[in-house]
C-alpha cells in the first residue's frame, strides 16, 4: 500500500511539473494613440469609432471559436468610449459596454496616453472621472491603467491608480527622444512587480526590459516587431519566440522567473489597427502541447500573474521626469491650468455648502463639468514633443483649448457659488453692507482677505462674531481697488460674516516697516534689490539668522540677474495694517516685474498671522532658452523634500533613504532603471531643511525645479539652491513648443517661510495651501437665509495630521451625497473623527473617481476615518439636512 500511494504521489508530482511547464503566452492588440501627434482630433476621433466598429463585428464572428482564438481588443484610453459615445447610439454604446462586460474590449482608466510627472494630484484624478462615471453608470470596473511611451514614471502615481480601483498596468517605452542610455532601459530590474506607493497601495506592473526596438518586448508596440523582410506571419511567430524564450529559465534566480508572458500593443504610430484575423491565426499556430498562446484583452495576463505569482517582489522609487517636462514650452497656458486645479478646491467647497440648500445649483454646469474632466484628462497627452506630422502650432492652438475648458469651467462654478453662498447667509439688517470671508481648508485659519471695492474711501470693518474691529486697508491689485481686512480665526470649510461701516478705521500700526529697499515685520527683514533678487533675508524667530547664501553668483528669488541693482527704484505698492508690499522693476535679464509682501505679525494679542513671505514674479517678454528662478539659501547639505504626484519624496537616490531610483554612473545594470535626475516634479512645495532648520518653498505656476547643478544622471542631494523652472523648451528645439508659443506674459506666485525645527510634511503642505487657497469673500445677500448671520463651520476632522484635499457634491448631484478626499500626509496610520455639521447619516469608501467600494458606520452622526501612513482616501457622506 505504500508503495502504491508512493507512485500514485510521484506520477501526480511529474503531472504537476508538466502542468505547470506549460507556458502560458498572451498577445494583446491594440492601436497605440498618439492623439494630436499621429493625425488631429477629427480624424482620430473618426478612427476610433471605424475601430470599435470593425472589433464588435470581429467579436461577434468569432464568439464561436475556443475562448483563447476569439477576437479581442485593447482600447489605450478611455476617450476612446467618450468617442463611441459622442457619435453613435445609445444601442450602440450599450453594445460596447456589453463587448467590455464579456473581457472582449478592455479600456483603461486613463483618458488618453499621458505624461504624469508635472500633473497636479487633483487633475490626474479628474481625468479618470469619464471612467468612474461609466463605471457607475454600467455595473462593471475598470481595472487597468497605462502610462507609455514616456522613459520615466512618477512614484506616486500608483497609489492614486489603486485608490481609483486599478490593479494592473503596463509599460512599454519608446527609447527615443531621450537623455537616457538604451542600456539603461534594458535592465530593468523587475520585468513583473508590485508598482507600489508610499501608501503601500499597488498595481501589478509588467514593464519588460527594452533590449531591441520599441516594436520588440519592452517598447509600446510588443507584437509588432517591424522586420520589413518579413510577413505578418513572421512575424508574429518572431513575438511568440521572444516570449518563450523569456520564459525558458523558470526560476527564482532567473531575471523572469515566470511560466506567463505578454506582448502587448501593435498599432506602434498607426492611426488605426484592422488586425483581427492576424492575432487569432498567431494564437492558433503558436499553441503546442507546451505552449498555450491566447488572443489577449490584458486583463486576462493579469489575472494569470495575479493567480499564479501572489508573492511579486514590489518596487517604490521615482524615475523622475522626461517627456513630462515639455508642457513647460507653454509655461503660461500650464500655470493657468495649475491655478485652475488648485481654485477648484474653493469653488467646490462654496458649491457644497450652497447645493446642501438648493438640490438644483449648478445642474445646469454639468456638460461644462464633463467637458473640463475630459480636457483635464487631454491636457497632458504625452506627445508634447509636437514633433510629428501634427504641427507645433495645431498642437499649441489644441492644448489652449483645453486650457480654456478648464479655466471657465472653474470660473464660472467659483463666480456663481461666491454669489450663491451670499444668498443663502441670513442678513439680519437689510440696509447693513456685511460680507463673508470664507475657507476652503479643514483647519481654522487667520489670514488676509480681499474684498472689491467701488471706491477707496477709508471704512471700518466689524467682525460680528466677535464684535471687534479687525485690521484693514485698501489696495490696489490689477488695476482694481479692493478692501483687505485681517481675518482672524475663519472656521474650518466654512465662513465669518463682517460689517463694512463708514467711519475712520481705528489707528493701527503698520504691518511692516520699509526703509528705502528694506522690509521688515517681527517675523524676518530682507532687502529687495532693484532687479528683483532678494539678496538678503534674516529670520528673527531663529536669532536672527541669515537665510540667504549665493550660489554660482545667484540670490533668492533670482532669475539669472547680471547687476542686483539694475532696474527701476524699489518702492511701495501697497501699504496698510494687514500687509506691505513691496515693488521691483527691473529689464535685467529680460523685462520682468517682482512683488513681495509681508503681513502683519499679531492682532491685539491675538493669534499671530503667518509667518509669510509672498513673492510674486511676472515675465514680460518672450522667450525661448531655459529660465529659473534661483533660490539659494545658507543652509548646510540640506536635504530636499517635496510634492511628487500623489506623494511626499526625499530628494536623495534609494541607496542613500530617498525615493529616486538607483542609477548606475554608468547606466549599467547596477542602477534600477532609467532614473532622470535634472527636473524634480514641483507640486505645492519643496522643503530644504537641515536637522533643526529649513526653509518651505510653496509654488502655485511652476512644474519643476532642479537642485544646484543636476544633471540628467547626477542628483545634487544636498544642495542648498532650488532652481524652479520659469519655462524653456529643456531638450533642445525640436522637443516642445518654439518660443513659448509666442507669450509674452509670464506670471508665478511663490511663498517662503522659515521653521526652527525638523522637517515636517503636515506643516509645509498647509503652508503650501494657505498661500494659494486664499480667503474668499463674498457679499452677504440673503434675506431669509439658510445659514446662519454671523459665523459658521461645516466640517472638522480631529487630527491635524490628516488634510481635506477636497469637498465636493457627488458627480450624479448632491442627492448622492458629499464626496470627501483627505490625504494623511504623515508617516503613521492614523484613525480621525470626521464631524459635520449636520449627522452623517450614511457613508462609504469610494475610489478616487467616487465609485463605491465599502459601506461604513458612521456613529453618533460621526465617522471614523481609518488611514495608513501617507495615504490618500476618498469618502462619499449622506447627512441629514
Same mark, same amino acid.
Given at each position: $500500500? ?21 507556458? =502560458? ?43 483563447? !482564438? ?53 487633475? $490626474?484624478? %479628474? ?94 508596440? @510588443?507584437? %509588432? ?135 438644483? !445649483? ?9 467637458? &473640463?474632466?475630459?480636457? /483635464? ?12 506630422? #501634427? ?27 461666491? =454669489? ?18 470664507? *475657507? ?27 464684535? *471687534? ?28 460674516? /463682517? ?14 516697516? #520699509? ?17 528683483? +533678487?532678494?539678496?538678503?533675508? +534674516? ?15 545667484? /540670490? ?18 501697497? &501699504? ?46 518672450? !522667450? ?6 534661483? /533660490?539659494?539659501? *545658507? ?19 534609494? =541607496? ?5 531610483? *538607483? ?74 513648443? =518654439? ?10 506666485? !511663490? ?101 463605491? @467600494? ?13 488611514? &495608513? ?13
Amino acid at each position: $500500500m505504500k508503495t502504491l500511494l508512493l507512485i500514485v504521489s510521484l506520477a501526480a508530482s511529474v503531472s504537476t511539473v508538466r502542468a505547470q511547464a506549460v507556458k =502560458r503566452l498572451y498577445l494583446a492588440n491594440d492601436d497605440h494613440t498618439d492623439y494630436m501627434w499621429t493625425a488631429s482630433e477629427a480624424r482620430y476621433d473618426s478612427a476610433f469609432v471605424q475601430m470599435l466598429d470593425y472589433y464588435l463585428r470581429q467579436i461577434d464572428s468569432t464568439r464561436h471559436n475556443p475562448d483563447d !482564438f476569439q477576437a479581442r481588443w485593447n482600447c489605450d484610453g478611455s476617450y476612446w468610449l467618450r468617442t463611441y459615445q459622442t457619435y453613435r447610439s445609445p444601442a450602440q454604446f450599450d453594445r460596447l459596454m456589453n463587448a467590455i462586460r464579456s473581457g472582449h474590449i478592455s479600456s483603461p482608466l486613463n483618458s488618453v496616453v499621458s505624461t504624469y510627472g508635472g500633473q497636479p494630484t487633483e487633475a $490626474m484624478l %479628474r481625468g479618470m472621472y469619464y471612467a468612474g462615471k461609466l463605471e457607475r453608470q454600467y455595473t462593471l470596473r475598470f481595472p487597468m491603467a497605462i502610462a507609455m511611451e514616456n522613459q520615466t514614471l512618477p512614484m506616486g502615481l500608483s497609489s492614486l491608480w489603486a485608490g481609483s480601483g486599478a490593479k494592473y498596468s503596463w509599460r512599454g517605452v519608446c527609447g527615443c527622444a531621450s537623455r537616457l542610455s538604451r542600456t539603461s532601459l534594458a535592465h530593468r530590474p523587475h520585468q513583473l512587480y508590485r508598482y507600489m506607493g508610499p501608501d503601500g497601495r499597488s498595481v501589478i506592473m509588467k514593464w519588460y526590459s527594452l533590449i531591441g526596438e520599441n516594436t520588440g518586448l519592452g517598447g509600446y508596440s @510588443e507584437t %509588432r516587431p517591424l522586420r520589413k523582410t518579413a510577413g505578418i506571419a513572421a512575424n508574429f511567430a518572431h513575438t511568440i519566440d521572444g516570449l518563450t524564450a523569456l520564459c525558458d529559465t523558470v526560476s527564482v534566480q532567473s531575471a523572469y522567473p515566470y511560466n506567463v508572458a505578454g506582448a502587448f500593443g501593435y498599432g506602434w504610430d498607426d492611426l488605426s489597427t484592422f488586425q483581427a484575423p492576424a492575432f487569432i491565426a498567431a494564437a492558433q499556430t503558436g499553441t503546442t502541447p507546451t505552449r498555450r498562446v491566447r488572443v489577449s484583452n490584458e486583463e486576462d495576463f493579469f489575472r494569470d500573474v495575479e493567480r499564479s505569482y501572489p508573492g511579486l517582489p514590489s518596487e517604490s522609487v521615482s524615475y523622475g521626469n522626461e517627456w513630462d517636462l515639455y508642457p513647460v514650452s507653454m509655461n503660461e497656458t500650464t500655470a493657468q491650468v495649475r491655478r485652475a486645479t488648485e481654485k477648484l478646491r474653493s469653488a467646490e467647497a462654496l458649491a457644497a455648502l450652497v447645493s446642501l440648500n438648493d438640490t438644483a !445649483f449648478a445642474a445646469d454646469l454639468t456638460p461644462a463639468r464633463q467637458q &473640463a474632466w475630459d480636457a /483635464f484628462g487631454l491636457y497632458w497627452e504625452h506627445n508634447w514633443t509636437a514633433d510629428g506630422p #501634427v504641427t507645433r502650432q495645431e498642437r499649441a492652438n489644441w492644448q489652449l483649448r483645453q486650457q480654456g475648458t478648464i479655466s471657465r469651467y472653474v470660473d464660472t462654478l467659483y463666480s456663481r457659488s461666491v =454669489r450663491a453662498l451670499g444668498r443663502q447667509i441670513r442678513a439680519a439688517d437689510a440696509t447693513a453692507r456685511r460680507f463673508y470671508v470664507f *475657507n476652503p481648508l479643514s483647519w481654522s485659519r487667520s489670514d488676509a482677505a480681499d474684498l472689491p471695492l467701488p471706491s477707496t474711501r477709508p471704512v471700518r470693518v466689524i467682525d460680528l462674531a466677535e464684535n *471687534n474691529e479687525v485690521a484693514s486697508q485698501v489696495i490696489q491689485k490689477g488695476g482694481r481697488a479692493y478692501l483687505r481686512i485681517w481675518a482672524e480665526n475663519v472656521p474650518s470649510v466654512g465662513y465669518k460674516v /463682517f460689517e463694512i461701516q463708514n467711519a475712520t478705521p481705528r489707528p493701527q500700526p503698520m504691518a511692516a516697516k #520699509v526703509t528705502s529697499d528694506v522690509i521688515e515685520n517681527a517675523y524676518y527683514r530682507l532687502r529687495l534689490r532693484p532687479s528683483g +533678487v532678494i539678496s538678503d533675508l +534674516v529670520d528673527r524667530r531663529a536669532g536672527n539668522r541669515p537665510v540667504v547664501q549665493p550660489v554660482g553668483g545667484r /540670490f533668492l528669488n533670482d532669475l539669472g540677474t547680471v547687476n542686483p541693482d539694475a532696474g527701476q527704484k524699489v518702492e511701495v505698492e501697497n &501699504a496698510g495694517a494687514v500687509s506691505v508690499t513691496l515693488k521691483a522693476v527691473s529689464s535685467d535679464p529680460v523685462p520682468h516685474t517682482v512683488r513681495v509682501t509681508l503681513y502683519k505679525s499679531s492682532h491685539q494679542g491675538k493669534s499671530t498671522g503667518p509667518a509669510r513671505i509672498d513673492i510674486e514674479d511676472s515675465i514680460q517678454a518672450n !522667450f525661448g532658452d531655459i529660465k529659473t528662478w534661483a /533660490f539659494s539659501f *545658507n543652509l548646510t547639505r540640506p536635504t530636499t523634500r517635496h510634492e511628487e504626484l500623489g506623494a511626499v519624496l526625499t530628494a536623495r537616490e534609494e =541607496r542613500r533613504g530617498g525615493h529616486y531610483a *538607483n542609477r548606475s554612473r554608468t547606466g549599467g545594470a547596477a542602477g534600477t532603471g532609467p532614473a532622470r535626475y535634472d527636473w524634480l516634479t514641483f507640486n505645492h512645495f519643496a522643503d530644504l531643511s537641515e536637522a533643526a532648520y529649513g526653509v518651505t518653498l510653496s509654488n502655485l505656476d511652476c512644474s519643476f525645479f532642479r537642485l544646484g547643478g543636476s544633471t540628467v544622471d547626477s542628483l545634487w542631494e544636498q544642495s542648498p539652491q532650488l532652481n524652479a523652472l520659469a519655462g524653456g523648451q529643456v531638450d533642445g528645439s525640436e522637443l516642445g513648443i =518654439r518660443q513659448q508659443n509666442g507669450a509674452t506674459a509670464f506670471r508665478y506666485q !511663490f511663498a517662503l517661510t522659515t521653521h526652527p525645527a525638523a522637517f515636517d510634511a503636515q506643516a509645509a503642505m498647509r503652508f503650501a495651501l494657505e498661500h494659494q487657497n486664499p480667503l474668499v469673500t463674498g457679499a452677504v445677500t440673503g434675506l431669509v437665509g439658510n445659514y446662519p448671520p454671523m459665523t459658521y463651520s461645516l466640517l472638522t476632522v480631529s487630527d491635524r495630521n490628516v488634510l481635506l484635499w477636497g469637498l465636493k457634491t457627488s458627480e450624479e448631484g448632491i442627492s448622492n451625497g458629499l464626496i470627501a478626499r483627505f490625504w494623511n500626509i504623515t508617516h503613521t496610520a492614523m484613525a480621525p473623527t470626521l464631524r459635520l455639521a449636520m449627522p452623517i447619516s450614511r457613508a462609504w469608501q469610494t475610489t478616487h473617481i467616487e465609485t463605491n @467600494e465599502r459601506p461604513l458606520s458612521p456613529r453618533k452622526g460621526r465617522l471614523t476615518l481609518p488611514f &495608513a501612513p501617507s495615504q490618500l482616501n476618498t469618502y462619499r457622506l449622506q447627512v441629514q439636512r
